[in-house]
């Protein structure tokens, strides 16, 4: 398998720009970090008369780089005879694989689990400065038989291979998954009742708020799919919160099943915050600002004011074609049905002809006028949506940001608008 960085950074970015999740996304891939090269390593599961495997969870701290931000997290199976740990991790993809950029692009992507010296995938999260714990778990020894031969069995054959998505499917609810399965589904039955009113869009902007560019692309490429308040279950995408959520987890008879926990390497880089920033009151100062610009260049400096309006609106109708692929051309149904293409709609490509007139000084046509109005309609109405409880998408910010500049260019541009 292909693991060299900058072929994996120009994949991840691609998908940031062709999809506006960051990532989405990976999702982010949420949790697709780039890990070491394969290494067939799986132990097969052993005898019901021998000794149980001690079964653990390492969870790595996020990382510097974009696609390092959401953490990372793996199984590790210990052999009670050798005391060999070996990890099983969910994160590998293959770039060699037949369309995979297609794939990529569209949504349809395949991840493997991979099983490794847990040594070897450690050496490169030490050498980054990411930290990394372990959770050793108290599973009954049949529990442990089980799910130590089901997962040397995974990553030996076909099985390997799943479909991977950024919220729901991913490196970290494959080990989630994985667990709740050994576990008799205790999981899932203590964690998806408890909510913390964590979201995929608050923890996506929180965990890439240190990379201000990929916040920006979470925030304005998740739809309202992405708002709704996650059980403690379905926040395990993160890495992180899995950990966290171990903790809590209560064995039948009381015993909590986390039976200890330890430092592997200390964290040496930044956290992210533990919250996601929250900028209503900057977006509307700025969107006034960036009115009362347009105003006052609209009277001093017409000319200068259409070549401004080009801009945005080149910028706004591209991202408006992103967002209306992502829709109609993509898997990606947490950019579905979203609200901000009222805000960066792909007609304001059609507005150009009309501001390249003003710009040489001369009249656009009428068509130009009534789209503008269309335009800056649609704006309006995201703005309406914002009191309607049956559109709960948080895109507040950008509506506070981008409707006062497009009233504004519609007063200066169209003053019989």
């Given at each position: 398998?292909?693991?060299t960085?900058w072929?994996?950074?120009a994949?991840l970015?691609l ?14 891939a949420a949790s ?8 067939e390593?799986?132990?097969p599961?052993?005898?019901?008369d021998?000794?149980?495997p001690r079964i653990?969870?390492?969870t790595?701290?996020p990382g510097?780089?974009?696609f ?10 210990e052999?009670?005879a050798?005391?060999?740990?070996i990890?099983?991790?969910f ?13 990529f ?7 493997w ?7 070897q ?5 030490r ?16 529990q ?5 031969t ?6 030996s ?6 479909r ?8 970290s609810t ?6 709740d399965?050994a576990l008799g ?5 203590q964690l998806?009742s ?7 869009r608050?923890?996506?902007v ?6 201000a ?9 998740l ?5 709704k308040?996650?059980?403690r ?13 171990l903790?809590?987890?209560?064995l ?6 986390v039976a ?9 880089i930044?956290?992210?915050?533990a919250e996601?920033?929250?900028?209503r009151v900057?977006?509307l100062?700025?969107?006034?600002v960036l ?8 009277r ?6 259409a ?12 991202a408006?074609l992103v967002?209306l692929?992502i829709?109609f ?5 947490a ?8 805000l960066?709609?792909?007609l304001?490509?059609?507005?150009l002809?009309?501001?390249w ?9 009428v068509?130009?006028?009534?789209l ?8 309006a ?13 948080e895109n ?10 497009h009233w504004a260019?519609l007063?200066?541009l169209?003053?019989?608008?």
């Amino acid at each position: 398998m292909a693991r060299t960085d900058w072929r994996l950074a120009a994949a991840l970015l691609l998908w940031l720009l062709t999809t506006l999740l960051a990532p989405a996304v990976a999702q982010p891939a949420a949790s697709g970090d780039a890990l070491p090269p394969r290494t067939e390593a799986a132990s097969p599961g052993a005898p019901a008369d021998m000794a149980a495997p001690r079964i653990g969870v390492v969870t790595m701290e996020p990382g510097e780089i974009f696609f390092e931000r959401f953490g990372h997290n793996a199984i590790v199976v210990e052999d009670p005879a050798s005391g060999r740990r070996i990890s099983y991790n969910f994160g590998y993809f293959d770039l060699d694989e037949p369309n995979f950029f297609v794939n990529f692009i569209h949504g349809q992507m395949r991840y493997w689990l991979v099983a490794l010296p847990l040594e070897q995938d450690m050496a490169r999260y030490r050498e980054l400065g990411r930290g990394a714990s372990l959770q050793w778990l108290d599973l009954a020894p049949d529990q442990a038989r089980a799910l130590a031969t089901s997962l040397a069995a995974r990553a030996s054959g076909e099985g390997a291979r799943y479909r991977y998505d950024y919220f729901t499917s991913n490196c970290s609810t494959q080990v989630r998954d994985a667990l709740d399965q050994a576990l008799g589904g205790i999981l899932r039955s203590q964690l998806s009742s408890r909510s913390q009113g964590n979201t995929y869009r608050s923890e996506s902007v929180r965990l890439a708020a240190p990379a201000a560019w990929m916040a920006v692309g979470f925030h304005l490429g998740l739809a309202d799919y992405a708002d709704k308040p996650l059980s403690r279950w379905e926040e395990s995408f993160i890495p992180m919160r899995l950990r966290d959520a171990l903790r809590e987890v209560r064995l039948p008879d009381g015993r909590p099943l986390v039976a200890s926990e330890s430092v592997l390497h200390p964290h040496r880089i930044g956290q992210p915050p533990a919250e996601a920033p929250r900028l209503r009151v900057e977006a509307l100062f700025t969107g006034l600002v960036l009115a009362l610009g347009a105003f006052w260049l609209g009277r001093r400096a017409p000319r200068a004011l259409a070549g401004v309006a080009l801009g945005f609106w080149t910028v706004a109708g591209l991202a408006g074609l992103v967002m209306l692929f992502i829709w109609f051309g993509s898997a990606h149904v947490a950019g579905h049905g979203n609200e901000n293409l009222l805000l960066l709609s792909p007609l304001c490509l059609f507005l150009l002809p009309g501001g390249w007139a003003r710009l040489r000084g001369r009249e656009p046509s009428v068509r130009f006028r009534w789209l503008l109005r269309i335009v800056v309609a649609g704006a309006a109405l995201a703005g309406f949506l914002k009191f309607m409880p049956f559109r709960p998408q948080e895109n507040v910010e950008w509506v506070l940001l981008l409707l006062p500049l497009h009233w504004a260019l519609l007063r200066r541009l169209d003053p019989r608008g």
